[in-house]
């Protein structure tokens, strides 16, 4: 069992940055492939990053590409998401989630366990 705390959600003007962390539970947290989802009311859910176990390996959504960041610290049991150039269509709630493989993708149907979320909010 893998228990996923977010942080770092914030209110953030446009072109900005802000850096999420998700803090994860148990001392397998290394056999997990890591992903990162945002979701805004009425709609569903959406692919924002992927890292999979020894960080070699990444993958974006095409609408963050180039500004967003996913990276992993294994001694800490943690994965980041760093988010550059903000903009308003980034507003969202930002949850991580963990899949038990090595590389995980964009559908979430892959993915074991979630975390609550963190609200991310970009003001033009």
């Known amino acids: 069992q893998v228990q996923l705390v977010e942080s770092g959600g914030r209110l953030v003007q446009a072109g900005g940055s802000l850096r999420l962390s998700c803090a994860a539970s148990?001392?397998?947290?290394?056999?997990?492939?890591m992903g990162w989802f945002r979701q805004v009311p009425g709609k569903e859910r959406e692919f924002v990053a992927a890292?999979?176990?020894?960080?070699?390996?990444?993958s974006y959504a095409d609408s963050v590409k180039g500004r967003f960041t996913i990276s992993r610290d294994s001694a800490k049991n943690a994965v980041y998401l760093q988010m550059n150039n903000l903009k308003p269509e980034d507003t969202a709630v930002y949850s991580c989630?963990?899949?038990?493989?090595?590389?995980?993708?964009?559908?979430?149907?892959?993915?074991?366990?979630w975390g609550q979320g963190t609200q991310v909010t970009v003001s033009s």
């Open positions: 989630a963990a899949a038990n493989t090595y590389f995980s993708g964009s559908s979430q149907h892959e993915y074991d366990y």
């Open positions: 148990g001392r397998t947290f290394s056999r997990y492939a």
């Open positions: 890292i999979g176990r020894r960080s070699a390996s990444t």
